[in-house]
């Protein structure tokens, strides 16, 4: 199945194109702020050198309210257009399954402004995606108790840029740079491509996630790192 997936959520503006589990191109420009100038662009050259693709996979957020904006309206667009499926995904969940070459824990954070910020936590191994440990929230000044985490953890993200603040999420914090990958986003979609489990072009929505008013989340992490009590 051919897929084009995309993301203008974060620092990057990321355009791939998969073919089945064959990644076809990847391109990506770390000034997202120009999405609008690149994105329609780049999906119309990827378009006339491999074909219209069969379905569409678009990072929603969290992140920055603009460059989510910008892609989720080209998405729909093209979904109209092509008359094609379309699946929108976790933009932090496409950004841990960006990373290569690390297993274990990691921290993606976007659209960090002073003490906030959003999160995910995630776990990358042996299984195909990353698997989810914390769903994605937006941090507005401590993380939760469980922080600093006692094991290595990977972070993306503005956070990985701040030492200071590193060592508010783990003892032993590996900071990584790397951008969220269109082909990432395109497989993270494809098996519910697939399946026929696709979002309502009319109804699919940014994800707007608020701090908390009043507390962080009570998340509970099990000890193997696969999920949450």
Known sequence: MRIVGFDASGATLSVGYIADQEVWADLYWQHSRTAGSHLVAWIDMLVREFGQPEG???GVGPGSFTGV???LSAAKALSYAWNVPLVGVSSLKAWAYSITGYQGKV????EKRGPAFYAGLYYVGKNPLPEVIMPDWAVNGSLPDEFPLSEPVAIVGPVASDPSYTFHVSVNPV???CPILGSRV???GQSRLQLGQVDDPMTLAPAYIRPPAISTPGWRI???GKGRQ
Not at 107 to 110: D, I, K, L, M, R
């Open 56 to 58: 569409i996979v678009v």
């Open 69 to 71: 904006r910008i892609a």
């Open 107 to 110: 921290f993606v954070s976007s």
């Open 175 to 177: 900071a990584l740079t």
């Open 186 to 188: 395109a497989f993270l």
């Open 222 to 224: 099990r000890p193997e």
